[in-house]
C-alpha cells in the first residue's frame, strides 16, 4: 500500500526540547516538503528535498532541521531554537520538483 | 497584503447546491494553480490542478483560472455532506515553493 507514512500523529514536548518528526514514503518520489500549518494562516514551507542529501531552506527554516540520507525518508527536527513550535506539521512528496504534490496525515505538535 | 487571498468563511449550503470557492492573487508569475480538499486533522487531499486559464472539469468539481483578473475559482456541483471540509488554493511559479491559501471551510447541510 503506497504512501506517506507521518509518525507519531501526536506529539507532545516540554519547552526547550529537541523533537524529530518521521516522515516515509514509499512512493519512490525523488522531492519531498515539510510545511507548517497555524489557524487562520495558509501552509508554509519549511524545507524541501529534490534529491538525497540535498535540501533547501523554505520560508520559515529558522529552528529547524532535516536530514536526506535516504530516498523514502525525510526527518524534521525541531530545535529549542524555534519560538513557537506548536502547530500542524505536514510532510509531501512529489515523484519531482515539476509534479504536483501529495500529503501525509500530519501530525500535531503540542509544546508545553 | 498576502500574495494569496482567500475567505476564510465558514460558507454554508444545503446538499444540492452549487458551491463556489475563490482566491484572488498578487504574483502575475503564477503559473501553477492547484485546489486541496483537507478534512479535520488530516492532510490536504490533492482536488484539482492546472496550468493555463480556463476551465478544468474532473466529475462534479471545475476549476477555473484567470489570469487576466488573478482570480481562481473551484465549482462543486450536487454538493454532498460529504464534501464538507476545508478547501485550500494553493499556486506558485514552481511546484517546489507554492504559496497556500488560508482555506476556506464548507458546510454542506442534509
Redesign the interface.
Known sequence: DGGITQSPKYLFRKEGQNVTLSCEQNLNHDAMYWYRQDPGQGLRLIYYSQIVNDFQKGDIAEGYSVSREKKESFPLTVTSAQKNPTAFYLCASSPDRNTEAFFGQGTRLTVV | QKE?E?D?GPLSVPEGAIVSLNCTYSNSAFQ?F?W?RQYS??????LM?TYSSGNKEDGRFTAQVDKSSKYISLFIRDSQPSDSATY?C?MGT??????????TRLLVSP
Open positions: 494569496v482567500q476564510p501553477y492547484m486541496y486533522r488530516k492532510g490536504p487531499e490533492l490542478y485550500l494553493a514552481g511546484f517546489q515553493k507554492l504559496v497556500f491559501g488560508t482555506g
